[in-house]
Structures are given as C-alpha cells and as structure tokens.
C-alpha cells in the first residue's frame, strides 16, 4: 500500500532518493566506487526507500516504529555486506562466520518484506519455494530431485557471495539501467515528454482514428525511454484516452489501444524496460547487437497495432479528427527537434563502442545544456535534484524486486534447475517446437501476474531457453523468445498491469479494457513463434532474406489485423473475416508460393466481396 508522505519523512525519501540517483549517476560517468558498493548501495537504497513509501498493509498510513526497525535493519545488512565482503572473498570463502549467516537471514528477511509491500504476495512465495527446494532437494520428485543443501549454505550463497542477490540481476540494473531511467527523467524534466506527446498530436491530426494511433506514436518515444509499460500507460494515457472518447471510442476500448500501445515500448531501445541489458548479458551478446536486433519487430509491432486501431475505426465510422487549434507537424518539430539529438547522442556513442553507462551520462549532461534553449525547460540544480528523485522512486517498482529475483536465480543455478526444467517442457511437448512455444507462453503469463516484465524474463528464461536451443533455437534468438512473452501478462487478463492502469483513466472496467488491449496487441502471441521459424526478422540472415520477410510483414499485417477487426474496405461477415484471416496466415509464412496464392486469394476476394456493386455483406 503506498502512502502519502508528509512531514519530515517525504523530506527523508526526497533526499534519499536524490543521494540514490546522484550516486549512480556519477558512477555512470565516473567508474565504481568499488564493486561491493555499487551492488550494495543499489540494494540497501531500494530497500529503505520502499520500506519509507510503501505500508506493511492497508491500515499503515504513516511510518511507524516496525518500518524502522526494518529500514535500520537493512542498513546494517547491507552495510555489513560491503565492509566485510573483502574480507570474506579472501579470508573465509566457504566458511562463513555466525554474523554472516545471521546478516544473510536479515537481508533475505527485508528484501521479501520489500517486494511483498510492492508487489504483493507472489514474488514472495516463488522465492520461498524456490529456496525451499534448495533444502528439501533430496524428497522432489522425478527430474527436480538433487543431493539438497544446509541451511548454512544456503544463506551463505544467496548472501555472502556475488552470486545471490548481490549478483548478475542486482549488477545489470545498478551498472545499465539505472542511468537510463536517469536519463529519461532528465528528458522528461526538460520538456522532452511534453514535446513527444505534442508531436503524436500534430503528426496524427488528420489520420482516422487520430487520438488512438497518436496513442501508438505517443507511446512508443515515450516508452523507448522509460522502458516501463504502466508508467508508459499514466505519462501518454492522460492525454489520449480521453480523446479517444470524445471521438467515439468506448472506455474500454480507449484504455485497451492504450495498453497494447504501452506495451511496444518495452521492446523499443535504448531502454527496453532493461530487457536490453539483460539480454546483453545473460545472452553474451553486445547491447547493440541486441538493441538492433529488437528494433524491426518492436516497429513492426507499433505497425500491428496501428492498423488494428485504422480497421476498428472505419469499423465504427470514427471520423477523422481535424482539430484546428493542433499546429502542423512540421511547426512542433521546429520547437523541440532537438530533443532527439540525446538519444543519436547514445546510438553514435555505441557504435564508437563506448559503455551504455558512459552513453547515458553524456547524454543526460547533453540534455541538460539543451534544456537551457527553452527559458521554461531549464534544468536548475533544484531540478535537476527533482529529476534524480523522480528517477529513484521510478525505480522502485522494479527496484523491489531485483534482490528476490536474485535468489531466485541462484537457487536455480545451485540446484541445476535450468536444464531440469528445460527437459520437463521439451517432454511435456514431445519436442515440438510450436507446443513448446505455448508452453513457454503460458508459463510466462502465469508467473509475469506477480512480478514485472523484466523479472518474469528472468525466470521463463532459465526454462526457456535450454528448452529452445536443445530443438534447434539459436541461444540468443531463444532468449529474445523469453523477453518478448514476458509482456504477454501486461494485457493478457485476469492480471493486465498495463489494461489495469488504462482502465482507471478511462473510468471503464479493467477485465474489458485487458481483453480490448488483448485484441490490439495480438502480435505479442505471434512473434514467439516468427522469431523461432523465421530468425531472419530478427536480422539473422542474408540482407535478401531479411528485407523480404520485412517486405512481407509490411504486407501481411493489414491483412491479419483486417481479419482480427472484421473490417476489410467494408464490414466482414465470420465466414469472410476466417477466409482473410486465412490469406493473412499464409502471407506470414515467408514462402514465395505460398504468398503469391495468398495475394492471389486475396485480389479475388477483393473484387468478389468488396468492388461487385451487387453485393452485401452482412455485419459481423
């Protein structure tokens, strides 16, 4: 339950946070501090900051004497764990003393009690089974079976070493992603947002359907930078939401095109909600490389969406949206083109192969000067101390979980759980990769209800991806499979974070908003398997190979969204909307004559059922 602090305590979580997101960003720029400080700092400031925010439970409006006693106990475990690391690495590796074991049971203790504040209670139990099973390994059955492990060790892998919640997760985000969220609230700070939005808004004016796909172009520069669907969802929601109402979009209907529009950005580099970097570093691949290879079917997936949204407008005869008092593209681009100079800033530094932290610093101190250009949007040092804030408590809805998604992923890896449950999904589909992809899926929207998008392709990935590449998957096109059904729960009911978010500001229900926003985002469920037969989308190919199967998607998705919406020129009848849909399968598959049949079918169809003047079709 999150409070509304008042008092001296929001002047404590103010500077907390400030000292939180200076101190990263001047190792960004700067270099570590030393390795056990830069993990630990990362833990202890999450921690304390969501023991200040967030209540034990409904009734804890204020922070009370058992928040501080949580708030000083993390403190001390992890302060501990920073001065005494060194020593334990050298000195007693293996053989932890009893303040060790006992700081450990502290810092496992408070980082559970964080989550669960934040996220609820389903983090909570996936890590105590997950290090339950640790010590009961010997009665699991079948496969999950193994030799089980003491207490002792235990707690001391999941605390004392860089392997627990001190390791690659807690490293990736206090190394990669916290400067980027710094640098997206320093956009934000410098009029970055608002000119995003009004940019959607002009650009879009006299499309149909104009506030909805204005929701797309919206969301997609918004969310490739702050990489987070909900916050995606309340920065452009307030916006568009309301002006597709008032051109003839339901509630629900508006806050699900919202959704599945906010959904995109966590496939849109730079940020990528930090799926970038993780699968930079689980997958032993370049950030770049990885970012590059996500930028084709993160558009694609815009494309998708936008023309669901055209299909479902002329559908419902939404007219098209010819506001006068929004100024033409052309004179908002003049007012604010320079607001994309920061992220060419970041492409350009990493093609001269500079770090991702060091691209974000120069371009966080880019953003800065160019804020000055506007006399409104100058960044001053109180604001720019509001943006390290803002950037630290917009952490902490990941941030929570970054510790317990550590324990997690070393309880697997003592265990070998990975293979083990690689093996049960290759069994369990009888090693057919497109029920294996279902499988994937299905987990992925079971475990993505309680934890965010990043922390669900950390745990599908160590199911997935042995499964994958054991039926032929590339590694890394197999962890990209991972990233991209982890956003399958972001609008997939009954637990759509995203369709949640969008319902509350389109005042509508949130079970219909999640199945309107499943409606639009429909591509979430087949580029899965695109990427697994078809890696050339993920530029892994010849150029001829990659550029036909892009031509090829440019054509097919009109098609299949036309089939989806029931509209095609004119309304569909359910027998007319399988036959396209049909066409559209078909034109997918990369397959020269399976497509020329395809768009053969199609032309007939067109001249049959649409052009003939005698004919009507009836309403779907």
Not at 56 to 83: E, H, Q
Not at 115 to 143: A, C, E, H, N, S
Not at 341 to 360: D, E, K, N, Q, R
Not at 533 to 561: C, D, E, H, K, V
Request: charged share 10%; glycine share 10%; proline share 5%.
């Amino acid at each position: 339950m999150k409070r509304e602090l008042q008092g001296n305590w929001k002047k404590v979580f103010y500077w907390i946070s400030v000292a939180m997101g200076a101190f990263y960003f001047y190792t960004a720029g700067f270099g570590l501090v030393s390795t056990e400080s830069h993990r630990g700092m990362y833990l202890m400031f999450n921690s304390v900051l969501c023991l200040i925010l967030y209540g034990g439970s409904k009734r804890s409006k204020k922070v009370g004497l058992i928040d501080i006693a949580l708030i000083l106990m993390s403190i001390v475990t992890f302060g501990y764990w920073i001065k005494q690391y060194p020593s334990y690495a050298i000195y007693r590796f293996a053989s932890p003393n009893i303040y060790d074991t006992v700081f450990g049971v502290v810092a496992i203790i408070v980082l559970l009690e964080s989550v669960r504040r934040v996220m609820g209670w389903v983090l909570v139990i996936i890590t105590t089974v997950f290090l339950g099973q640790l010590y009961y390994g010997p009665y699991l059955p079948g496969i999950l079976s193994h030799r089980g492990f003491s207490l002792v060790r235990i707690i001391e892998f999941s605390y004392s070493t860089m392997e627990g919640m001190f390791g690659v997760v807690t490293d990736t985000f206090a190394t990669y992603v916290i400067p980027f969220i710094i640098f997206g609230s320093i956009l934000e700070v410098s009029g970055a947002g608002e000119f995003f939005i009004q940019l959607a808004k002009s650009a879009t004016k006299n499309w149909v359907g104009g506030p909805a796909k204005m929701s797309v172009l919206a969301s997609g520069l918004i969310g490739s930078i702050t990489g987070s669907s909900a916050a995606n969802v309340v920065t452009t929601g307030v916006f568009t939401i309301p002006m597709m109402k008032r051109v003839g979009f339901k509630g629900e209907e508006a806050g699900g095109i919202e959704a599945a529009a906010s959904t995109g950005g966590q496939y849109l580099p730079p940020v990528m909600g930090a799926g970038a970097f993780l699968l930079a570093v689980f997958s032993e691949t370049s950030y770049l490389k990885v970012a590059a290879m996500n930028v084709v079917p993160a558009l694609l997936y815009f494309y998708w969406v936008g023309w669901s949204i055209h299909h479902r407008a002329l559908k419902m005869n939404i007219q098209v949206n010819r506001d006068e008092e929004i100024p033409p593209a052309k004179e908002t681009l003049k007012k604010g083109w320079y607001y994309f100079l920061p992220m060419i800033t970041i492409v350009v530094l990493l093609l001269m192969h500079y770090s991702p932290p060091f691209c974000a610093f120069y371009s966080i101190l880019l953003t800065i000067a160019l804020s000055w250009i506007n006399p409104k949007n100058r960044i001053t040092p109180k604001r720019f101390a509001d943006a390290l804030a803002s950037a630290a408590k917009n952490n902490l809805s990941v941030g929570a979980t970054i510790g317990v998604l550590g324990l997690v992923l070393s309880a697997i890896v003592l265990a070998g759980l990975g293979a083990k449950f690689g093996a049960l999904v290759v069994a369990l589909s009888h090693g057919n990769l497109f029920i294996a992809i279902i499988l994937i899926s299905v987990v992925s929207t079971l475990v993505g209800m309680g934890a965010t998008q990043t922390g669900t392709y950390i745990v599908v990935s160590l199911v997935a991806v042995p499964a994958l590449t054991s039926m032929g998957v590339s590694h890394l096109v197999a962890h990209v499979i991972s990233f991209w059904t982890a956003g399958l729960s972001n609008v997939t009911p009954p637990v759509c974070v995203s369709a949640y978010a969008a319902a509350s500001i389109a005042d509508a229900d949130p079970m219909k908003t999640g199945v309107c926003g499943l409606k639009y985002s429909t591509m979430l469920y087949v580029a899965p398997f695109v990427f697994a037969y078809f890696p050339q989308m993920l530029l892994q190919g010849t150029p001829f190979q990659i550029i036909y199967i892009f031509a090829l998607y440019l054509l097919a998705t009109p098609i299949a969204t036309a089939a989806l919406q029931g509209y095609w020129f004119k309304r569909l009848s359910l027998p007319q909307r399988l036959f396209v849909g049909a066409i559209g399968f078909f034109v997918l598959i990369p397959n020269m004559l399976y497509n020329a049949l395809a768009f053969g079918a199609l032309g007939l169809f067109h001249y049959y059922a649409v052009n003939r003047p005698k004919n009507t079709l009836t309403h779907a």
